[in-house]
């Protein structure tokens, strides 16, 4: 299983990134994914994550309504509008094996394999 992340980069305060994360390795539909991003000095922490349908997605309250998780084919994407400082962080996806077609994983311990991370850097 390969996860690969990228669409990070350095924004001012307001802009908007869209990240993605390719799965190369088989049937992407097997698998719940989800975002998780971690800053300096901090613990990783959960962002959004959406079902294996895609019909059924959870986000973080710190990002809800700012930020949309999506998927299609072998892509998942976060779509992050309005950024804030309080954004940066390295942003990592992941995959979930196991999951029912409607559920929605929100804890780190759910997802088995995790691409490298991409980092996103807003200033104020």
């Known amino acids: 299983v390969q996860l690969q992340a990228s669409g990070g980069g350095l924004v001012q305060a307001r802009a908007s990134l869209r990240l993605s994360c390719v799965y190369y390795?088989?049937?992407?539909?097997?698998?719940?994914m989800g975002w998780f991003r971690q800053a300096p000095g901090k613990e990783r922490e959960f962002v959004a994550a959406?079902?294996?349908?895609?019909?059924r997605i959870y986000t973080a309250d710190s990002v809800k309504g700012r930020f949309i998780i999506s998927r299609y084919r072998n892509t998942m994407t976060l779509q992050m509008n309005s950024l804030k400082p309080e954004d940066t962080a390295a942003y990592f996806c992941?995959?979930?094996?196991?999951?029912?077609?409607?559920?929605?994983?929100?804890?780190?311990?759910?997802?088995?394999?995790w691409g490298q991370g991409t980092q996103v850097t807003v200033s104020s």
């Open positions: 390795g088989g049937t992407f539909e097997y698998y719940a």
């Open positions: 992941a995959l979930g094996r196991g999951a029912g077609w409607e559920e929605v994983r929100t804890k780190e311990s759910q997802y088995a394999d």
């Open positions: 959406i079902s294996r349908s895609g019909r």
